[in-house]
């Protein structure tokens, strides 16, 4: 059974600091790997998205890698800003490429001023 | 990219009772999915709700407690049946698109259950 774990549980950080987020899942098996937000009372916002034969995405100051040998997969956000300030989770899709997702717990950041 | 509604987009109900939940999307999806979100916890998936017929439900979940229905591509509905406390969660439709595996998240509907 595939399970997703992201550490660290949060994290807080001053202005303009370069941060990384971490997520490892247990079965290398996967279809993709995404990145979303989720800010409070709102829905998820889909960040990057990494197909299971790509090594990285890159958007704007956010660059996700894909080490799917290991199960491992890493946000890295460049000069954080306050606006950045979200829980942030990562999700698999199963080889099959059902659609379905299987979320990690979450990383919630707070970038201080 | 695809804008999803949720209606309604929070409720207070009463044990014993049950609420349905309306997802419009304003393109014409492939997949369209349920999850559910409890307090301080992630999103786990309900079901994969399939264009008339029967939802795929994942394991945990029953057809009784959490009937789906989706009449057609851009709409489908969740209902919670005889709801307890413990159904108190956020409840969130997503769909994917066609050419594209990103998946898109409505903003979620915030269930009290008294």
């Known amino acids: 059974k595939q399970e997703v774990t992201q550490i660290p549980a949060a994290l807080s950080v001053p202005e303009g600091e370069n941060l990384v987020l971490n997520c490892s899942f247990t079965?290398?098996?996967?279809?993709?790997l995404q990145w979303f937000r989720q800010d409070p009372g709102k829905g998820l916002t889909s960040l990057l998205l990494?197909?299971?034969?790509?090594r990285e995405q890159t958007s704007g100051r956010l660059n996700a890698s894909l080490d799917k040998s290991s199960g491992r997969s890493t946000l890295y956000i460049a000069a954080s800003q306050p606006g950045d300030s979200a829980t942030y989770l990562c999700?698999?899709?199963?080889?099959?490429?059902?659609?379905?997702?299987?979320f990690g717990q979450g990383t919630t950041l707070q970038v201080k001023p | 990219s695809a804008v999803i509604s949720q209606k309604p987009s929070r409720d207070i109900c009463q044990r014993g009772t049950s609420l349905t939940i309306q997802c419009q999307v304003d393109?014409?999806?492939?997949?369209m999915f349920w999850y559910r979100q409890q307090p301080g916890q992630s999103l786990t998936l309900i079901a994969t709700?399939?264009?008339?017929?029967?939802?795929?439900?994942e394991s945990g979940f029953v057809i009784d407690k959490f009937p789906i229905s989706r009449p057609n591509l851009t709409f489908s509905t969740l209902t919670v049946s005889n709801m307890s406390p413990e159904d108190s969660s956020i409840y969130l439709c997503?769909?994917?698109?066609?050419?594209?595996?990103?998946?898109?998240f409505g903003p979620g509907t915030r269930l009290t259950v008294l």
């Open positions: 997503s769909v994917s698109l066609r050419f594209t595996d990103t998946q898109y």
């Open positions: 079965d290398s098996a996967i279809y993709n």
């Open positions: 990494i197909q299971s034969s790509q």
């Open positions: 999700a698999v899709e199963a080889s099959s490429n059902t659609g379905k997702l299987i």
């Open positions: 393109s014409q999806v492939t997949m």
């Open positions: 709700a399939n264009q008339g017929s029967e939802a795929t439900y």
